[in-house]
Every structure is written in structure tokens, then in C-alpha cells.
């Protein structure tokens, strides 16, 4: 439901142009978190994804043993099925509709996070910007602010779930929660949130721009990297 911190260094990098191993050296001392600012649903969708791994003859050689029922005994009917159910795959795909986010980042570097501003300010993009898929292009880009980091209690975003108490709801408005798992080497359970302000068991770290303040955490954990055939996954 929100990026993880390894999309939102990834988004970063694209912008600035960093090549992988740049972004996994500067992984190592970058904070990252986001925040689920408004939702305008939830869409999911089923499609019929049809395989052609096979070829044209063996295609027809299958289905004619399957309408007709020509089957060499109980393991073959079985083989059967299962190919022809590999025929036609259904594929679930889940979306969020017209989500707003907002992304915190922390970096000793501080000349790089003014680069970054300076480009989004101009959308002076590296890469283009994509929004989970190809085909969900970033439409919006709010105003980028510099902020503070410091630790709290009270945040915005997702957080461990062994460090999550309970939430603040508004008044007025909706809010979710949603459980994740991250893999990677973080390899733990969070707790998503929407709407609403976590409260957390003890002091974690935020960045704080005046307007959110939003948990932020090490995104090299999260990163999944592949450079020159070696994997940190």
C-alpha cells in the first residue's frame, strides 16, 4: 500500500540518475519512509493470461486429448488437466486508485538532497518516474521541502509491528491499516497506515518537514541489488 524504503531511495536515484552501485554505496547511510496521504480506492482486477509455450501441434495434440478424454490411465488424465489448466492462467492484480504519497528522505549528504529539490522543482528528471508499473506514470509532484530528523513516538507511514501500539484517528475522514511483510534482509512485519497518526512503542525516527512527520528507516536492508552477478538479496 505505501513504497517501502528501497522504492522510495530507488525514485531518488532515477531522478538524480545514480547508476545501482552508486545507490546501493549510498544506500548505506540514507533514510527513507513514506507516507499514504489521500486514496481514491482500491481496484482489483482478474484477466485470463493465455500461454503459448508450446507449440502449435502440441497445442492441438493437448486439447485433443483432453475434449476427447484419451487418457492412458489416472496419472496421465491428471498430467493432462494440469497442463491445460497452465493453458489458461488466471492473474490477479491488485491497484490503488489515484494514490498521493508523500516521500521522506535523510542523507548526510546534503548537497545531493539539494540536487534533488533543485530537480524536482524544475522536473529536471534523469529517468522517468514510474508508479509501481510502466503504465502508472507520476502525474503529480508536490513542492519539496527541506526538513529535520529527530526521534518520536508519533509518525506517519508504517513502522514494526513489534513497535506499533495503536493509532490517532481524526475526527473527520477514513483511515486503514494493513500489515506487510518486507523481505529482502529485513525480513519483519510492519504495519501500514492511512489516515491516521501511529503511535509507537518507544521513539523511532522521523522526518519532520513542519507539515508530516514521517518514520524513516536504513534502506539497505530493504534494497535488493544485483551488481555484476552478485546478489545482496
Do not use: W
Not at 517501502?4 to 531522478?15: D, E, F, K, R
Not at 538532497?113 to 507520476?138: A, C, P, Q, T
Not at 500489515?179 to 529482502?184: D, G, I, K, N, R
Amino acid at each position: 500500500m505505501i513504497p517501502p524504503p528501497s522504492a522510495v531511495a530507488g525514485t531518488l536515484g532515477a531522478i538524480l540518475g545514480l547508476s545501482m552501485a552508486r545507490l546501493a554505496e549510498l544506500s548505506k547511510e540514507m533514510l527513507a519512509g513514506a507516507e499514504l496521504r489521500f486514496l481514491g480506492g482500491h481496484v482489483t482486477t482478474l484477466a485470463r493470461i493465455f500461454k503459448f509455450d508450446r507449440s502449435v501441434s502440441e497445442v492441438l495434440s493437448l486439447l485433443t486429448k483432453y475434449y476427447t478424454a484419451s487418457y492412458g490411465g489416472e496419472e496421465d488424465r491428471r498430467s493432462t488437466l494440469k497442463d491445460v489448466r497452465g493453458l489458461l492462467t488466471i492473474k490477479e492484480s491488485e491497484e490503488l486508485y489515484l494514490p498521493e504519497y508523500k516521500f521522506a528522505i535523510a542523507l548526510k549528504d546534503e548537497s545531493l538532497l539539494e540536487e534533488g529539490m533543485r530537480r524536482l522543482r524544475s522536473l529536471d528528471f534523469e529517468y522517468e518516474v514510474f508508479g509501481g508499473n510502466d503504465y502508472h506514470f507520476v502525474e503529480f509532484i508536490g513542492e519539496p521541502r527541506p526538513a529535520k530528523v529527530y526521534n518520536s513516538q508519533e509518525g506517519y507511514g508504517y513502522c514494526p509491528r513489534e513497535d506499533f501500539e495503536r493509532i490517532e484517528v481524526k475526527e473527520t475522514g477514513h483511515s486503514l491499516i494493513m500489515p506487510v511483510t518486507f523481505l529482502a534482509n529485513v525480513r519483519a512485519d510492519y504495519i501500514q497506515v492511512y489516515g491516521a497518526k501511529i503511535i509507537a512503542k518507544r521513539e523511532l525516527t522521523v522526518v519532520d518537514d513542519g507539515e508530516s512527520r514521517i518514520f524513516v528507516y536504513g534502506v539497505r536492508p530493504f534494497l535488493v541489488t544485483r551488481i555484476r552477478g552478485n546478489s545482496d538479496a
